[in-house]
């Protein structure tokens, strides 16, 4: 295998064109170089299975060479890298299925280490068919406790270790190239990639209203299909069944017997397989994330179906807050994405569908049922379109900037909120947590800004970047040239007060998770993403909730969940789940196992009872939409207590609100 003269004309464009306009500026030197060496054979080999010592020593004269090979174009080395991946592939599936006709002892106190990332390259064959000998080992034990039969389980592995040694042997030289130069991208930012044509007609497919299948984001994890993203409105959304960071391992047709062992698989085909016609059933075999390493297959199965605008798109309820001396209506819009039907706008429709409309409209009908106060809950809202971000915060400030976007050049472009008045000018919760991301972020930073709205729950993603995606074919003089499209970061988002929602995220004013860490998720955890900066705040005219109002809201929320049963089981079940995402090693031991497991699962059982879930397929726990009930969601209900409680502030607005004050910039 060997790079095309395509991906040599590729690379002059991509790395001209990164240099030039990317938001971060670099210098494509040997201390870059360095970065990209480590990314190419994190990509080749992340969890150490593969290459011995001596193989990452070899590879050591290339490390300062990279950027020399990329500005002259020259991709002779990283090809030569992956032939001897492919190599190592080859000849540890070789010894994993002579393994199969081993009989374990699982009586043995052993551990197997799952996440090999910070440990050493193994420095013999010796030593690295141990920790093959415990990798298989540890497959045999995860489906004997999911009970499977002996047989059952040779044929498994067999498929599994077969399919790792046949793919790697499908890469073509398209798929060498991809991963190369994304090693470059992501050592620029996690957000910028290079998408091969074939990747690029998938991403489309991938993006399109007319998708019919399960609704969820995947990637790679090792090799793992990792659920990064259930979307809303869509079948595994709906169904509530799947996670995210569930891990898929089979998939099956609803006409098929056997599942098909998907570990080790390019995504690409991971993605054919679920894919289908709308209402066809899809049966997925999974390892749920919130097991961690006592996870043991689990089957599901999803109806493919549309996306629908229509359950995507904003929703309303009324919760009733009820006490001795006072009592609320609190209403309750959830915003799972901010959309917009861009082809009804431009045929001229007049009733075309959007976040801001349809938020208008339902503030409209809420306003009607006299609610006392309002939750905007943005939880798992991963953004969209920006426009609506901001069309959306002018429902609830008179006018102004709401965000500010700073180029490459360090030019600025402030997104304003043009239309004077309001459409709810009463007291206003944000819910937010880890995954609300984007344009959700601009949203709730801005009303956190201007002093409108109480912001609670977790801190944000923390995506302040924007990618533009460039057709690389636009720069080819031949009409059948196929380049591949480049997502880059290109600008930066900036809250109107000068600081970014890029990594910090939007921290809120109540926290629901004090004392739970927060720098493994999201932005925060990702490798080389743009640190937080800030700017000259925009001129603004705010207001500022008195921050002794904040303190009392604080302290009332803390007094009131010590005594609130179900939102305690809520917070031990979140450190429960962070626990098993810390564990790196899983005992080697069957009764070890065993007990484990059952000590965890006994422990969430205990823990969905007591919040009213009993069980993910169980009717009881869903309403008549499907969704879950806003009777079981604790989270919800203390958002409308401070709700409540925001608006007894609110009633004496001396005591409560600070006068408009006009924020002008330096």
Do not use: C
């Not at 910070?118 to 995860?142: G, H, T």
């Not at 995504?267 to 999974?286: H, P, S």
């Not at 309303?316 to 799972?336: F, R, Y």
């Not at 910090?504 to 629901?512: C, F, M, R």
């Amino acid at each position: 295998m060997s790079p095309t003269d395509v991906h040599l004309k590729a690379t002059s464009l991509i790395t001209n064109f990164l240099q030039r306009y990317h938001y971060r500026k670099f210098d494509l030197d040997d201390a870059f170089s360095d970065k990209i060496h480590s990314h190419f054979i994190e990509s080749l080999d992340s969890g150490k299975n593969y290459f011995l010592a001596s193989d990452i020593q070899n590879f050591e004269q290339y490390r300062y060479l990279l950027d020399d090979f990329l500005l002259n174009a020259d991709l002779r080395a990283p090809y030569s890298f992956f032939a001897l991946y492919q190599q190592r592939v080859s000849e540890r599936v070789n010894y994993a299925l002579s393994l199969l006709e081993t009989d374990f002892d699982f009586s043995k106190d052993e551990v197997f280490l799952i996440n090999r990332e910070e440990a050493s390259w193994p420095n013999s064959q010796l030593e690295q068919n141990d920790i093959w000998r415990k990798r298989v080992k540890n497959d045999v034990l995860s489906l004997h406790l999911a009970g499977k039969t002996a047989d059952e389980i040779k044929t498994t592995l067999k498929k599994r270790y077969e399919g790792i040694n046949k793919r790697s042997h499908q890469l073509n030289s398209n798929d060498v190239y991809q991963l190369f130069i994304n090693a470059f991208a992501t050592s620029i930012d996690p957000h910028t990639s290079y998408l091969s044509p074939r990747s690029y007609d998938n991403f489309e497919i991938r993006m399109s209203l007319s998708l019919e299948g399960i609704g969820a984001m995947l990637r790679l994890d090792g090799e793992y299909t990792l659920v990064s993203r259930v979307i809303p409105g869509g079948p595994a959304d709906l169904s509530g069944l799947l996670k995210s960071k569930d891990r898929i391992i089979g998939i099956a047709q609803v006409d098929e017997e056997n599942f098909v062992d998907i570990v080790g698989w390019r995504l690409d085909e991971v993605v054919d397989l679920i894919r289908g016609k709308k209402g066809t059933v899809v049966r997925l075999q999974l390892l749920r994330g919130e097991q961690g390493d006592a996870a043991v297959p689990e089957e599901i199965s999803l109806t493919r179906n549309k996306i629908k605008l229509e359950e995507q798109a904003a929703q309303k309820t009324v919760l009733e807050i009820n006490h001795e001396t006072d009592s609320s209506k609190i209403g309750v819009i959830t915003i799972p994405t901010f959309y917009m039907d861009f082809a009804a706008y431009q045929k001229g429709e007049k009733n075309y569908r959007s976040t801001t409309r349809d938020v208008d409209q339902l503030l409209n009908e809420l306003k009607d049922e006299d609610i006392d106060t309002l939750i905007l809950d943005l939880r798992s809202n991963g953004g969209g379109s920006l426009i609506e971000a901001t069309n959306l915060a002018g429902l609830f400030i008179d006018h102004g900037p709401v965000v500010q976007v700073q180029d490459s050049s360090g030019n600025l472009e402030i997104h304003k909120d043009l239309k004077k008045g309001v459409s709810y000018d009463g007291p206003l919760v944000v819910l937010v947590d880890r995954f609300s991301a984007s344009a959700s972020e601009i949203v709730a930073s801005a009303l956190q800004d201007y002093g409108r709205a109480v912001v609670v729950g977790e801190a944000t993603y923390g995506k302040g970047s924007v990618q533009q995606l460039i057709n690389l074919n636009r720069f080819s003089r031949s009409k059948k040239a196929k380049l591949g499209q480049l997502k880059a970061t290109i600008a930066q988002y900036f809250r109107v007060d000068g600081g970014s929602t890029q990594h910090k995220g939007v921290l809120p004013d109540i926290n629901y998770v004090k004392g739970i860490k927060v720098s493994e998720r999201g932005e925060r955890s990702l490798k080389n993403a743009l640190p937080w900066s800030q700017i000259t705040p925009a001129s603004y005219l705010g207001q500022v909730i008195a921050r002794s109002v904040i303190d009392q809201l604080d302290k009332q929320h803390l007094t009131r969940v010590a005594d609130n049963q179900r939102y305690q089981t809520m917070v031990k079940l979140f450190e429960l789940n962070e626990t098993l995402t810390d564990r790196k090693t899983v005992s080697l031991n069957e009764t070890t196992r065993k007990k484990r497991f059952d000590e965890l699962e006994s422990k969430r059982k205990e823990f969905e009872t007591a919040l009213g879930i009993k069980d993910s397929q169980d009717e009881e726990s869903f309403d008549e939409d499907n969704k879950i009930d806003p009777e079981n969601d604790v989270l919800l209900l203390e958002a409308a207590e401070i709700a409540h409680d925001l608006k007894i502030f609110w009633n004496r607005k001396s005591q409560a609100i600070q006068p408009l004050k006009q924020t002008a910039a330096n």
